[in-house]
């Protein structure tokens, strides 16, 4: 909620630090086993479109993975391994469409670097945009300046803002199946009137300071 302060950029921090010392495991565990496995973050290998062809989600404007339970309230971690594993496949539950009519996220972009474009396309920015890929591409070099400038190692306005964000509750639940019809227009109004997704909430940091 604090995105884009210091609180955020420390707790995305401590969420890289979980997922090194899970993947560790993971990989530990299957080495034992008698199989070569190796952990990595985003080190090695693009984690989102292996999470989307995995089944994990789906990709959203922002370029982030979007879960059915999380939202976009995930870090991704990998194992690869020679262990023979049954591959799982990609899932759809409405995401892309309900990206379409929303752009919170790239209203909420401190740095403008989130497209507006109706449809996901072909275009790429710059350097750092895979080129034959059909989505929404963000400009990585305007989102990483805000970065550099904010003195806090990244920004998380995208997933403070995103619909997506919510705790795993009936009435969030029930939203979620709307997003997927055509009714999703709405939802975006009634995030807005109950006051979620906001960003750059000054009162929220010195209340956490204060506690």
Not at 42 to 61: F, H
Not at 198 to 203: M, T, Y
């Amino acid at each position: 909620k604090a995105a884009p302060s210091l609180l955020e950029s420390a707790a995305a921090g401590n969420e890289y630090s979980s997922m090194a010392v899970v993947s560790h495991k993971v990989a530990t565990f299957l080495r034992q086993l008698g199989y070569q496995a190796a952990n990595c973050g985003n080190d090695t290998a693009l984690s989102v479109p292996q999470a989307i062809a995995a089944g994990l989600g789906e990709i959203s404007r922002s370029g982030l993975l979007i879960t059915q339970k999380y939202g976009p309230r995930v870090r991704l971690c990998k194992v690869f391994t020679d262990l023979e594993l049954k591959a799982d496949k990609p899932i759809t539950f409405g995401v892309q469409e309900f990206c379409k009519v929303c752009l919170k996220c790239a209203d909420s972009c401190p740095s403008d670097a989130i497209s507006r474009e109706k449809e996901p396309g072909f275009n790429t920015n710059n350097i750092s945009n895979i080129s034959g890929v059909k989505k929404w591409c963000i400009d990585a070099e305007k989102c990483y300046q805000f970065w550099r400038e904010n003195g806090g190692g990244d920004c998380g306005s995208c997933i403070a803002s995103c619909p997506y964000n919510k705790m795993d509750e009936w009435h969030h639940s029930l939203s979620k199946v709307f997003a997927d019809t055509p009714a999703k227009p709405l939802l975006r109004y009634l995030d807005d009137a109950f006051g979620y997704g906001q960003v750059d909430n000054k009162k929220l940091a010195i209340e956490f300071w204060k506690k």
